[in-house]
Nanobody
Framework: QVQVAESGGGLVQSGDSLMLSCTVSVRTYTFSRSNLGWFRQTAGKDREFVAAIARNSNTDYADSVKGRFTISRENGKNTVYLYMNNLKPEDTAVYYC?????????????????????WGQGTQVTVSS
């Protein structure tokens, strides 16, 4: 069974930085050929796209985080990161990591929730004002 595990959430102040990590329990070969993404959700709202990185390392970001967040991957460690800078109260949410192991070489970054096969349980990020 594939497991996805996020870590790094916490309580920070507006303007602070935070790094989230996510590990996926698959073969390194499989991880390196996966599309990966970060999504977030608050109570009463739909899960929304935050950032994605494709198998070929191309990236995409939601307009609300562009210029502040950076997604990266380290294939040898089965890990994807989300570097969050200049955090704002509106960034407060549960952040979820997702993986699609069926990506082809030319797949673009995947921004759609339904395209992902595996999801983590989420990690809470709270930004105080």
């Amino acid at each position: 069974q594939v497991q996805v595990a996020e870590s790094g959430g916490g309580l920070v102040q507006s303007g602070d930085s935070l790094m989230l990590s996510c590990t996926v329990s698959v073969r390194t070969y499989t991880f390196s050929r996966s599309n990966l993404g970060w999504f977030r959700q608050t109570a009463g709202k739909d899960r929304e796209f935050v950032a994605a990185i494709a198998r070929n390392s191309n990236t995409d970001y939601a307009d609300s985080v562009k210029g502040r967040f950076t997604i990266s991957r380290e294939n040898g460690k089965n890990t994807v990161y989300l570097y969050m800078n200049n955090l704002k109260p509106e960034d407060t949410a549960v952040y979820y990591c997702a993986a699609d192991t069926g990506a082809i070489l030319t797949s673009p970054p995947e921004t759609r929730t339904h395209a992902y096969e595996y999801w983590g349980q989420g990690t809470q990020v709270t930004v105080s004002s």
